[in-house]
């Protein structure tokens, strides 16, 4: 399960949601900003498809957010999926140390 979440997730979800859908928008000639935003929207939805209006729950939705935005910034910047994929599997390895931890 660890490699799944930390290796294969994140380089499935970057070429999916930064790969497919950001360079589609991209190519439609939307606004960068817009862009990034829509398809941080579609990572959002893919990952809290259980809300539960908590405070949990709200907190993973902003957190997914910010990350999905930040991601989209390093795929327009540095016009590389490499740097998306990195720091999406650094994220991803961090919650899971986590989990061990606490």
């Known amino acids: 399960m660890i490699p ?8 499935a979800e970057e070429l999916l949601f ?3 859908i950001l360079n ?21 939805l ?13 907190i993973g939705i902003v957190q997914s957010l910010v990350d999905a935005i930040l991601f989209g910034y390093a795929r327009q910047y540095t ?5 998306p994929i990195t720091m999406h599997m650094t994220g991803n390895a961090i919650a899971v140390i986590e989990r061990f931890i606490f």
């Open 4 to 11: 799944g979440a930390v290796i294969l997730a994140p380089i």
């Open 18 to 20: 930064r790969g497919c």
């Open 24 to 44: 589609l928008l991209n190519k439609k000639k939307i606004n960068n900003h817009l862009a990034v935003l829509i398809q941080a929207c579609f990572f959002v």
């Open 46 to 58: 893919l990952h809290n498809f259980t809300y539960q209006n908590t405070m949990s729950s709200n």
């Open 79 to 83: 016009k590389s999926l490499y740097t």
